[in-house]
């Protein structure tokens, strides 16, 4: 395969995580699936004790020639959150499930994307979830399941990839969704989604003496049009910006990653409206490393240390302040299983700070996982 063809699935996997991974497999069929656990506890003074979810994910991806994929992806996942006093908000279900198409219109310079998300998930919930919903969201813990479920929607894209020396690429991608409308809360309105549009450019090549070392780095810009709330009011999300660069290299028998990405939330556009319910702004920073040592013909260990820090603001106020900070270490273990089968397990400790009102409180909790892959 090309170097175009390797861009043009890096370009579009930000949109099809499964599509690159199917097309570079050598196979005609991907399945995944596993068990992920991951929790947090916190200090004294918060609403929550602790926060803990369950995520069991299953996908499929199938190759069709060279031209088509199709992937299909779902998780059954369970969340619940201690709080003091001895109450505990829970919730289980399936989430909403993707069917991605991805055709190869023109090899290695054009692809197009269509993706349904059917409403598999928890399209009303009552009132007394949304804290939980709205803490297994945040960012700056990255849990498995941020999102439970969604009324469903369509989205359509494209990626393209044009040589700019004889090494060096350049990429471009674009997407547009539309959410179809549903009752997040039991008893009260509908929610009608604004659409949103996803545009994103990267930049990838070879560097250094003998080309060993790669650099890849993008800019992705999300736009989204209010969500009709009823009752003549609407919500509002400002536009976001994201960053990102990485580097791989050679390090003696194993290979070194290092990334880092930085995504802005910007004010609200319609924020001074009296009937705007505004998220406000934010910032997320992200910093990482990643060392793949073989250790062995069947076996490579996967060492990685990841800090996070992410700023929050109020609405109406120019100034940001600190929501927290997390600094993730742990492993990754990979073993073939077999020529079609391969294991991974996984785990990892996060420890850092979460504030909130004027209080700062530890966090501590780990992540778990087991995770079996495979193709033919």
């Known amino acids: ?34 068990v992920y656990f991951e929790s947090y506890s916190f200090g004294n003074g918060l609403a929550f ?43 289980s279900g399936f989430v909403d499930t993707d069917v991605r198409a991805t055709v190869n219109v023109v090899p290695g310079r054009l692809l197009l994307s269509f993706v349904g998300t059917i409403p598999t998930g928890a399209t009303t919930v009552p009132n007394t979830t949304i804290p939980l919903f709205g803490a297994t969201a945040t960012d700056l813990f990255a849990f498995m399941t941020p999102n439970f479920g969604t009324g ?19 990429g471009a991608a ?10 997040p809360v039991t008893g009260g309105s509908a929610l009608i989604p604004g659409g949103e549009i ?20 993008a800019v992705v810009y999300t ?17 976001r910006v994201l960053g990102y660069v990485s580097t791989s290299m050679p ?4 290979h070194l990653s290092l990334y880092g990405w930085d995504m802005r939330r910007l004010r609200a556009r319609n924020e001074a409206d009296s009937t705007t319910i505004a998220v406000p702004q934010g910032n997320v920073l992200a910093l990482g490393a990643r060392l793949e040592k073989p250790l062995g013909p069947n076996a490579v260990i996967v060492p990685l240390l990841e800090f996070r820090h992410e700023l929050t603001g109020v609405v109406g106020a120019d100034n940001m302040e600190l929501l927290g900070y997390l600094l993730r270490s742990g492993a990754d273990l990979r073993y073939r299983l077999s020529d079609r089968a391969t294991g991974i397990i996984q785990a990892q400790v996060a420890f850092g700070t979460l504030q909130d009102a ?15 892959e495979w193709s033919r």
Not at 74 to 80: I, L, V
Not at 174 to 183: F, N
Not at 223 to 239: K, L, P, Y
Not at 251 to 254: D, E, M, N, Y
């Open 198 to 217: 996803r545009t994103r450019i990267g930049i990838e090549g070879p560097f250094g003496g003998g080309g060993a070392k790669y650099f890849r780095g």
């Open 358 to 372: 004027g209080t700062r409180v530890s966090v501590v909790g780990p992540r778990l996982g087991v995770l079996l």
């Open 251 to 254: 390090l003696g028998s194993s």
């Open 223 to 239: 736009t989204t049009a209010a969500n009709d709330i009823g009752g003549g009011e609407q919500s509002s999300i400002g536009d």
């Open 1 to 34: 395969m090309s170097r175009w063809c390797w861009l043009l699935l890096a370009v579009v996997s930000a949109f099809a995580p499964c599509v690159a991974l199917a097309q570079t497999g050598g196979g005609t069929t991907l399945a995944r699936t596993g």
């Open 49 to 91: 004790k602790r926060i803990s979810e369950l995520t069991i994910p299953v996908s499929v991806t199938q190759r069709f020639g060279n031209r088509m994929v199709l992937d299909v992806a779902t998780a059954f996942a369970s969340a619940s959150s201690d709080v003091p006093g001895g109450g505990r908000i829970e919730h």
């Open 152 to 170: 469903g929607g369509l989205s359509s894209g494209f990626a393209s990839a044009f040589p700019i020396s004889a090494n060096w690429a350049l």
């Open 174 to 183: 674009a997407s547009y969704r539309h959410g179809a409308s549903y009752v």
